[in-house]
């Protein structure tokens, strides 16, 4: 995508072949800042402090931790050590995993003088495969909106509402849940994006909002809790989000609050679709609610809140009582049955095993032996 007529990708590898940087996600969408990541502990932190977030652009950086980690050291310490660490960072998205399995893959058949350069190849070559996925994600994507713009009368508005940010932001490029967006506004489709403002880190209304002015596309922050309002009164024609991970079966782990959409959409007959890179599919488990793992943050992110003041500083501030307790879960989950579909790369599919296996028989097949 492009910042500023520039075009950016979230992570790249800078020319002299080994320093990776990243757009620091904390800063925005106040600041736009460019952080330099030289080592395996700096890219750990990256992940752990969501500097980079987003389940697909994890598992990319993840990819580049482990080759930053061969530059310094290719033993087989060494590896394990950078697998070790980096699989500790954040407990939820499965693309993490599936992107130091691949690492390791490749790396631990090699004599350690070969390491590094293969490192930086594969991780190349995830952050590549990422955009190429999320650039199908939005053709299959596209043909849904336009479905909904064909039943319309023409040049009615299309009103799209998606929750946290599975924008390009989250992936290496193009995104996921917004990949579609993207493509139906450049074919010129009258389209308008509601954003949750996605408490408590707030990635819609300071990440998705940012990108989607970026690009030209019309969008509106909302509360949370505006979406339901929404659609009882027709003012929501679909739901399209991201999900950090994807049961066998087809239940979505998705940033807090998208069940409660899920259910909304559900009852006011809303098409409710989630997009997803294959590699968010954890074809391991079944039971959503049961077996992902949800990860528990700081309570800062709920007591805490920065912003821009009307002087033009940037501060942070509390809006609790001192002493309350904080619970802030991460993620919840939406059973399958929610779901109208899942984007993939190789289409919509029905968000139930069969559909599932028979898009992607060869990871199932995988899984199961």
């Not at 069969?354 to 097949?365: D, G, N, W």
């Amino acid at each position: 995508m492009k910042v500023d007529g520039k075009h950016t990708r979230t992570i790249w590898l800078e020319p002299d072949g080994w320093t990776v940087s990243a757009i620091d996600q904390r800063r925005l969408p106040h600041e736009y800042v460019i952080a330099t990541l030289t080592s395996l502990d700096a890219a750990a932190e990256a992940i752990r402090s969501m500097l980079v977030r987003g389940a697909p652009l994890i598992g990319a950086a993840a990819a580049y931790g482990m080759a930053l980690a061969m530059h310094a050291d290719a033993s087989d310490a060494a590896l394990a050590q950078a697998y070790d660490t980096l699989l500790a960072t954040r407990p939820t998205a499965i693309n993490l995993k599936w992107a130091l399995d691949e690492m390791r893959a490749t790396l631990q058949p090699l004599p350690p003088a070969e390491r590094a350069k293969a490192a930086y190849a594969r991780a190349g070559a995830i952050a590549d495969e990422d955009v190429a996925i999320n650039q199908s994600i939005g053709r299959h994507g596209f043909a849904l909106i336009d479905a909904i713009r064909a039943r319309k009368p023409p040049g009615q508005r299309i009103n799209i509402l998606t929750h946290c940010n599975a924008g390009w932001l989250a992936t290496v490029d193009q995104g996921t849940a917004t990949a579609p967006i993207y493509h139906a506004f450049d074919a010129g489709l009258n389209i308008h994006v509601w954003v949750d403002e996605t408490r408590p880190r707030n990635q819609g209304a300071s990440l998705t909002a940012w990108e989607l002015g970026h690009h030209g596309v019309p969008h509106t922050i909302i509360p949370d809790n505006t979406g339901g309002h929404l659609m009882q009164h027709g003012m929501v024609d679909i739901v399209i989000v991201g999900t950090d991970r994807v049961t066998a079966s087809g239940d979505v782990c998705n940033k807090i609050g998208t069940y409660l959409k899920a259910l909304a959409a559900h009852d006011n007959n809303v098409p409710f679709y989630v997009a997803l890179p294959s590699p968010t599919i954890d074809f391991t488990i079944d039971d959503g609610v049961r077996q992902i793992p949800i990860e528990e943050r700081d309570a800062t992110e709920v007591t805490m809140m920065t912003g821009r003041t009307a002087s033009g500083r940037i501060e942070t501030v509390r809006i609790t009582p001192k002493d309350s307790p904080v619970a802030n879960y991460g993620f919840d989950v939406t059973p399958a049955r929610l779901v109208t579909g899942l984007i993939t790369e190789r289409g919509v599919l029905q968000a139930d095993r069969a559909a599932i296996a028979a898009a992607f028989p060869e990871r199932s097949a995988a899984a199961a032996a």
